[in-house]
């Protein structure tokens, strides 16, 4: 099955940057629409960015200038540069295929926590 594997996740102060990086396997990776999740505690999981095969991205409103995804089809990775990095993007980070049966399947995620 599909495995997902994430990583770059870490302690940040208020306005830092951050790199995720997220492996994928046993998928055809070039043809998906990959996405960028988080989920904080006590709240859903949600999408905060996309791209799709083509690299054309969209993101949630709430990290819209702030955060860039981006893809290595080479490497079947898929990344999320994170800059002025605020308390409320506190959360763990996933990532997968949105919309997709794949979404029965998720790794361990990333928890990347902004604090002074």
């Known amino acids: 099955q599909v495995q997902f594997v994430e990583s770059g996740g870490g302690l940040v102060q208020p306005g830092g940057s951050l790199r995720l990086s997220c492996a994928a396997s046993?998928?055809?990776?070039?043809?998906?629409?990959m996405g960028w999740y988080r989920q904080a505690p006590g709240q859903q999981r949600d999408v905060v960015a996309r791209?799709?095969?083509?690299?054309?991205?969209n993101y949630a409103d709430s990290v819209k200038g702030r955060f860039t995804i981006s893809r290595d089809n080479a490497k079947n990775t898929v990344y999320l540069q994170m800059n002025s990095l605020k308390p409320e993007d506190t959360a763990i980070y996933y990532c997968?295929?949105?919309?997709?049966?794949?979404?029965?399947?998720w790794g361990q995620g990333t928890q990347v926590t902004v604090s002074s």
């Open positions: 046993r998928i055809i990776f070039s043809i998906y629409t």
């Open positions: 791209i799709d095969s083509g690299g054309r991205t």
């Open positions: 997968n295929v949105p919309g997709s049966v794949y979404e029965d399947n």
